[in-house]
C-alpha cells in the first residue's frame, strides 16, 4: 500500500476560528478520517470550560496526550488523521509532536474582532465566549522551526482548505 501524500494534520487556533468545520472539510478533500480534539476532552475539562474556568496546562496534558495516540495510531494505520485541537501553546505543539514528529499544523488566524463575533453568533455545548480572551492571551505563535500552515480564517471554509491542499500539493 502507497503512503498518503500528507501527513497527519492538527487544526489549531482559538475557539471560533473554524477547527471543526476546516477540518471535516480538509479530511473529506484528503479521504481521510476527521477526529475532533472536543470530543476527547474528560468530562472534568468540560465542566470546568462550562463554568467559564479556562484550562491550564495539568488540565491540557492528558487530553493532548489522547490526541497525540491518536496521530501517532492514524499515521500507523496509513491514513493520517485530520484533528480539531487548539494546541495554543508551543510546548502542546511539542506534545503533539512527541506522539508523531510528522505532524503538519494548520494554524486558523483571524483578528480578536471576527472571532469573537463568530462565538457570539453560535452556541457551544461547554466553550462560552468569555473565554476567548484567556485563549489569545495563552496563543503562542507558530515558530519558524515548526511544520505549519497558516490560514487568514476571513476566508470561506472552502477557501481555506483550498489553500491548505495547494500548499500539500493536493489535487
Known amino acids: 500500500m502507497n503512503s498518503p501524500a500528507y501527513p497527519p494534520m ?3 487556533g482559538v475557539s471560533g476560528c473554524g477547527k471543526s468545520t476546516v477540518g471535516r472539510l480538509l ?6 478520517v476527521f477526529i475532533d480534539g472536543d470530543d476527547l476532552h474528560p468530562a472534568s475539562n468540560k465542566e470546568k ?3 467559564g474556568h479556562p484550562l ?3 488540565d491540557r496534558k492528558p487530553w493532548l496526550a489522547t490526541i497525540g495516540d491518536e496521530l501517532s495510531e492514524s499515521a500507523q494505520d496509513g491514513t493520517p488523521a485530520v484533528i480539531a485541537c487548539s494546541a495554543l501553546k508551543r510546548s502542546y505543539r511539542d506534545l503533539l509532536r512527541g506522539h508523531e514528529p510528522s505532524t503538519l ?3 486558523l488566524r483571524g483578528t480578536a ?3 469573537q463575533h463568530r462565538l457570539d453568533e453560535r452556541s457551544h455545548e461547554y466553550m462560552p465566549p468569555t473565554l ?3 485563549q489569545l492571551n495563552t496563543l503562542e505563535a507558530i515558530e519558524p522551526d515548526e511544520a505549519a500552515i497558516e490560514v487568514d480564517v476571513s476566508l470561506s471554509p472552502e477557501e481555506i482548505v483550498a489553500q491548505v491542499a495547494k500548499t500539500l500539493n493536493t489535487p
Not at 27 to 32: D, T
Open 10 to 12: 492538527i487544526v489549531m
Open 27 to 32: 479530511a473529506e478533500k484528503l479521504g481521510s
Open 49 to 51: 470550560m462550562a463554568a
Open 56 to 58: 491550564n496546562d495539568g
Open 105 to 107: 499544523f494548520i494554524h
Open 113 to 115: 474582532d471576527l472571532i
Open 132 to 134: 476567548l480572551a484567556s
